[in-house]
T-cell receptor
Framework: AQKITQTQPGMFVQEKEAVTLDCTYD???????LFWYKQPSSGEMIFLIY??????QNATEGRYSLNFQKARKSANLVISASQLGDSAMYFC?????????????FGQGTRLTINP | DTEVTQTPKHLVMGMTNKKSLKCEQH?????MYWYKQKAKKPPELMFV???????INESVPSRFSPECPNSSLLNLHLHALQPEDSALYLC??????????????FGPGTRLLVL
């Protein structure tokens, strides 16, 4: 069974600093996908970035990059030049295929607070 | 465009009421999902519809009844709920994109309070 572990319940970072949110995963499937979502206090889950297990390069989307270390089964999210608007809950997730349909397995999340 | 809309944004209902949550997407996504999220917890999958057919029911109590009238619309009918059902209900839809796999896009959610 797939499992996602996020070991940082909360993080506090100064504005403009870079921040790394940790995510480790466990799966026996050779093909898998990893996602990061941001959830502000408003509630909406915002898709940030995706990494496929066969992707040769680390994914990047603007200020977001994913530090994918396959051998260590880690998929850490790096946010460069943090902004006050980055304060939110961040979830790492893995795709699982069940009965032909996709299911996301989520970690417990990390609450990120950016201080001015 | 990755917009998923949900109505209402907030809902307060009594334990004897019947209400419905609505979710809509016009992106041609093939799959739609309902999640329940309690405070400070990750979302929990409830139902998955694939090509308008129910493909996953995560052992959800029958007081929650999903419906997919067409490929753009997903409803969640609520009846005789309990106070512990109070939560944020999130809808999502997904599309397989080149280089990205099947990515789920979420709506803003409905905050439900059962009294």
């Amino acid at each position: 069974a797939q499992k996602i572990t996020q070991t940082q319940p909360g993080m506090f970072v100064q504005e403009k600093e870079a921040v790394t949110l940790d995510c480790t995963y466990d799966t026996s499937d050779p093909s898998y996908g990893l996602f990061w979502y941001k959830q502000p206090s408003s509630g909406e889950m915002i898709f940030l970035i995706y990494q496929g297990s066969y992707d040769q390069q680390n994914a990047t989307e603007g200020r977001y990059s994913l530090n994918f270390q396959k051998a260590r089964k880690s998929a850490n999210l790096v946010i460069s030049a943090s902004q006050l608007g980055d304060s939110a809950m961040y979830f790492c997730a893995m795709r699982a295929i069940i009965q032909g349909a996709q299911k996301l397995v989520f970690g417990q999340g990390t609450r990120l607070t950016i201080n001015p | 465009d990755t917009e998923v809309t949900q109505t209402p944004k907030h809902l307060v209902m009594g334990m004897t009421n019947k209400k419905s949550l609505k979710c809509e997407q016009h992106m041609g996504h093939r799959a739609m999902y309902w999640y329940k999220q309690k405070a400070k917890k990750p979302p929990e999958l409830m139902f998955v519809y694939s090509y308008e057919k129910l493909s996953i029911n995560e052992s959800v109590p029958s007081r929650f009844s999903p419906e997919c009238p067409n490929s753009s619309l997903l409803n969640l009918h609520l009846h005789a709920l309990q106070p512990e059902d109070s939560a944020l209900y999130l809808c999502a839809s997904s599309l397989r994109l080149a280089g990205r796999g099947e990515t789920q896009y979420f709506g803003p959610g409905t905050r439900l309070l059962v009294l």
